[in-house]
């Protein structure tokens, strides 16, 4: 089911493919329900189990004007490329998805995902910075 997820035009498609994958399995296993951390435990777990090279709330810095103004952690960090925010709420907003991009704008990474486990069936975003800087 993966291999149907991919798809060449994106970039890093086979991770967030593996990612999707791995979101898939962790609602279709806890459901809805539990607290973010739960769900950020069960998709480490998973992660794993796929290969996939990650960090688990890696600490990115934020600049401002090319000068660093303080620090957030991102829920997961993949192959130093993809960046992974989870939520666990009802209903996600255009709120949720600005920040999630606001984020990778600041951490200058290209490709994120917006993950939300809280919903009936899962709900995922594959986000893209076009402020993005090689």
Known sequence: MVQTMIKEQYKYSDITAK???CTMEVHKILGNGF???IYQRAL???LILT?????REF????????EQIGAR?????VGQVVSIELKAITVLEDVHLAQ???Y???????????INFEAKSLQFKRLINSKFKN
């Open 19 to 21: 990612i999707i994958g």
């Open 35 to 37: 607290q973010e951390v």
């Open 44 to 46: 480490e777990k998973e």
């Open 51 to 55: 290969g996939l090279s990650f960090q």
């Open 59 to 66: 600490e990115m810095p934020i600049f401002y004007k090319d």
């Open 73 to 77: 952690r991102v829920d997961f960090l």
């Open 100 to 102: 999630a991009i606001n």
């Open 104 to 114: 990778l704008e600041a951490y200058n990474l290209e490709i994120g995902m917006l």
